[in-house]
Nanobody, 123 residues
Framework: QVQLVESGGDLVQAGGSLRLACEAS????????MRWYRQAPGEQRKMVAVLNSDGTTNIVDSVRGRFTISRDSAKNTVYLQMNSLKPEDTAVYYC?????????????????WGQGTQVTVSE
């Protein structure tokens, strides 16, 4: 059983910083891609950042220069460092990973989601 658990969401004033973390647990083999999404009220969930297994990253324009995605491979954890936060960054943030996991004598691949963590940025 694979689980992704996020942490770090909070209420913060505009201009402040937060670091989100998402740890994957279970019989994990390899993690191929790690992503952060966010969903604001009344809007669709949108990807914010992706970190590929080769170390390359892609950050959406709206947060580029303010947000950084990184990982601790030993802990199966991905981070999202968010600086210079703005009210429009308010959303539920979700992590997402493509990974392989042990299933009996073999490994299978699947995509998993965390439960989400609330980030609220006040004026």
């Amino acid at each position: 059983q694979v689980q992704l658990v996020e942490s770090g969401g909070d209420l913060v004033q505009a201009g402040g910083s937060l670091r989100l973390a998402c740890e994957a647990s279970g019989s994990i083999g390899s993690i191929y891609a790690m992503r952060w999404y966010r969903q604001a009220p009344g809007e669709q969930r949108k990807m914010v950042a992706v970190l590929n297994s080769d170390g390359t990253t892609n950050i959406v324009d709206s947060v580029r220069g303010r947000f950084t995605i990184s990982r601790d491979s030993a802990k199966n954890t991905v981070y999202l460092q968010m600086n210079s936060l703005k009210p429009e960054d308010t959303a539920v943030y979700y992590c997402n990973m493509d990974l392989s996991y042990r299933s009996g004598l073999t490994f299978r691949t699947n995509t998993y989601w965390g439960q989400g963590t609330q980030v609220t940025v006040s004026e």
